[in-house]
Nanobody
């Protein structure tokens, strides 16, 4: 059974950067499509970025385009989310998620499409 563990969250000032990591065990991430989501207090979980199983490219939410960057390291069985130009409204718990899928460039943008989730890592941005 695939297990995901996020790390890298913390407290950062507005304009700062963080790199989140999501390391998998129990399966190889290159067999999965992957996604990052976030949930702020009192709000619903929202899509941040999705990566395809093939690993080519990513699809970003509008708010993350140009500020966040998704990458995957198959050798480390880890995906990353580089957060840049952080704003107070980026404060949330960030989750990575995975779902098994056929090889290809399909992106999955809804949280209901994912089967495995990490426990989340808190990102707090101060003004």
């Amino acid at each position: 059974q695939l297990q995901l563990v996020e790390s890298g969250g913390g407290l950062v000032q507005a304009g700062g950067s963080l790199r989140l990591s999501c390391t998998a065990s129990g399966g190889a991430l290159n067999n999965y499509a992957l996604g990052w989501f976030r949930q702020a207090p009192g709000k619903e979980r929202e899509f941040v970025v999705a990566g395809s199983r093939s690993g080519s490219g990513a699809q970003y939410a509008d708010f993350s385009t140009g500020r966040f960057a998704y990458s995957r390291d198959n050798a480390r069985n880890t995906v990353y989310l580089q957060l840049g130009d952080l704003r107070p409204e980026d404060t949330a718990v960030y989750y990575c998620a995975a779902r098994a899928t056929a090889y290809g460039t399909n992106y999955f943008l809804r949280d209901t499409e994912y089967w495995s989730w990490g426990q989340g890592t808190q990102v707090t941005v101060s003004s």
